[in-house]
């Protein structure tokens, strides 16, 4: 398609040709050891923002672009957004949504993308297990319950070819922390 067929798409609110990467928030501090009343607030632990460190470097390595980063308002989330927008200067490119908090509705996640001003190639979500990988499975399979499974700081890709909250993509790859770590 042309950059002008995708343009005239856009406008109309259609998304299609994008590639929607996929990345659970790094290692968190446990349930069993936060002390506040909402599991909102935990954070990342040291070793999860040093972890996140290794994978965007990996993310440099494998050359990879995003457009818009949507992440989770949950803190774990958006410190793991952050480090990515911080790393890759896109700064100017994050919008935490609730859509990406856990039990988040796919149906008003891809309006969102959809309702996005820019046509976006590549999209970084950025949320928590197991909604990711249920929206992994209902991308690739029209279903939830597939069985495909994110790591803590796991990246998978999606090629869609009209976004929508049904089948609509294709599983390029899904990558383990410890596979983006030998790339780095």
């Given amino acids: 398609m042309t950059f002008h067929g995708h343009l005239r798409m856009a406008r109309r609110g259609v998304c299609s040709g994008m590639n929607l990467f996929l990345l659970r928030h790094g290692l968190a501090v ?3 050891e936060f002390h506040f009343a909402s599991d909102h607030l935990r954070p990342l632990t040291l070793k999860g923002k040093r972890q996140l460190s290794k994978i965007t470097a990996a993310m440099r390595v ?12 949950f803190v774990r989330a958006q410190q793991t957004a952050e480090i990515m927008a911080a790393d890759l200067k896109l700064r100017e490119q994050l919008i935490f949504v609730d859509e990406l908090k856990p039990g988040g509705d796919a149906k008003k996640l891809v ?12 999209i970084l979500l950025v949320g928590h297990e197991p909604d990711l990988s249920e929206l992994i499975s209902l991308f690739v ?28 993509a294709t599983l390029a790859w899904l990558l383990t922390p410890v596979q983006m770590k030998l790339m780095a």
């Avoid at 494998?62 to 308002?73: D, T």
């Avoid at 969102?112 to 590549?122: A, H, S, Y």
């Fill in 30 to 32: 446990e349930r069993e």
């Fill in 62 to 73: 494998m050359e990879l672009r995003f457009e818009v980063i949507l992440s989770s308002p």
């Fill in 111 to 122: 309006s969102r993308i959809r309702g996005l001003k820019k046509f976006p190639e590549n």
């Fill in 141 to 168: 399979t029209g279903k939830t319950g597939a069985g495909f499974a994110l790591k803590k700081a796991g990246l998978a890709k999606l090629e869609i070819e009209k976004l929508r909250a049904g089948k609509c």
